[in-house]
């Protein structure tokens, strides 16, 4: 189950800061998450070395987890739809007042 958890933290904030990496690092990003691919797999279709497509997929991984440390930008994302979820639910404008909050 971790590895799920995991896949699927990665890939939501891949697609929120995917902008800001090369296109063979999303290239390959998405071939061995989205796709299924191996290593090996992945460097025979670019004729590159296993090793290089290990560095720069963990390269990503690395760099998703800062950028989101750093700019919080899914979780700033989940917290608004948390709050509109709760005011169409309740219709409470207090939740609309704390989601204009987030943004000052």
Known sequence: MER??????LNELFLTYQSLFTDKQIEYFNY???????????????????????DSIKKVEESLIIYEKNFELVK???KRLE?????????????????????E
């Open 4 to 9: 799920l958890e995991k896949l699927n933290k």
């Open 76 to 78: 700033r994302r989940k």
């Open 32 to 54: 061995y998450y989205e796709l299924d691919y191996t290593y090996q797999e992945i460097a025979d279709k670019f004729n590159v070395s296993r090793n290089a497509i290990f």
């Open 83 to 103: 709050l509109l979820d709760k005011y169409f639910e309740t219709k409470n404008e207090k939740y609309l007042f704390d989601l204009k909050r987030m943004d």
